[in-house]
């Protein structure tokens, strides 16, 4: 089973920056995601990452301001977000899961979430 913990968030103003990590219990193998939620919303893939990192996919609202990327040694994903927006807000999950086609699809394991607050 594998565990995993996100971190790095918080509040931040409009046009801030920050960075999440995701730290896995063990070595990941796997592609990975980060999802979000933000209230009254339904979950949405951000970002997710091929095993090997070399093949990542992003959702249009966040093309150009997010960056995901990995480092396998660590078992540790990341997401660098910057030019933050209010709309950005929500509570942020990675998730192990596959890729078919191009597509990412999402897998058994979750964190518990890291809240990102972007005030205007």
């Known amino acids: 089973q594998v565990q995993l913990v996100e971190s790095g968030g918080g509040l931040v103003q409009a046009g801030g920056s920050l960075r999440l990590s995701c730290a896995a219990s063990?070595?990941?193998?796997?592609?990975m995601g980060w999802f979000r939620r933000a209230p009254g919303k339904q979950r949405e893939l951000v970002a997710a990452?091929?095993?090997?990192?070399?093949?990542?996919n992003y959702v249009d609202s966040v093309k150009g301001r997010v960056t995901i990327s990995r480092d396998n040694a660590k078992n540790a994903v990341y997401l660098q977000m910057s030019s933050l927006k209010p709309e950005d807000t929500a509570v942020y999950y990675c998730?192990?899961?596959?890729?078919?086609?191009?597509?990412?699809?999402?897998?058994?394991?979750w964190g518990q979430g890291t809240q990102v607050t972007v005030s205007s």
């Open positions: 063990g070595r990941i193998i796997s592609a």
């Open positions: 990452i091929s095993s090997s990192g070399g093949y990542t």
């Open positions: 998730n192990t899961g596959t890729y078919y086609s191009g597509t990412y699809y999402s897998g058994v394991y």
